[in-house]
């Protein structure tokens, strides 16, 4: 068997493992191995398509990981508008109880809201930041 039919076998398993974990690292890896195999069908010297599969599989797997860094972390499941609706509606506050939570009416039912952290207890508007268990995390309008 040829060593470019080689790399081109660990470059499918590598990707058929991706597609079973969900890792999207292993693909920056089949990349390398990819490359390996096109360094074969060059001709090139088994060292020196070993040296080009680590370097374009590295440095793809180190691209991947500065890009992802470099990105916004997705908000909380409980903050998080593609996982709960009720996040960024509004609600109206007629009064506070003495404990910071207020009952008010939302979709056809009572709610308990309690103030997000560092927001003022006054009567008015607010939008639902978050949701805990049954009860909605507000900040002013």
Do not use: C
């Not at 590598?14 to 920056?28: N, P, Q, R």
């Not at 088994?46 to 992802?68: E, M, P, R």
């Not at 207890?121 to 607010?126: E, K, V």
């Amino acid at each position: 068997m040829a060593l470019s039919t080689i790399w081109w076998v660990l470059a499918g398993l590598v990707v058929i493992a991706e597609l079973a974990t969900g890792t999207f690292y292993l693909l920056m890896i089949s990349f390398g191995l990819v490359a390996g195999a096109l360094a074969a069908h060059l001709g090139l010297a088994t060292s020196v398509q070993i040296i080009i599969a680590a370097l374009v599989g590295g440095g793809a797997t180190l691209a991947w990981h500065f890009y992802k860094a470099s990105q916004p972390s997705a908000p909380r499941a409980e903050a998080n508008r593609d996982v709960n609706l009720d996040i960024g509606e509004t609600v109206q506050v007629d009064a506070w109880n003495a404990d910071g939570t207020a009952a008010v009416k939302y979709r056809g039912a009572q709610w308990s809201v309690a103030a997000a952290p560092g927001a003022a207890q006054t009567a008015g508007s607010y939008r639902v930041k978050e949701v805990m268990g049954n009860r909605l995390i507000v900040e002013p309008v």
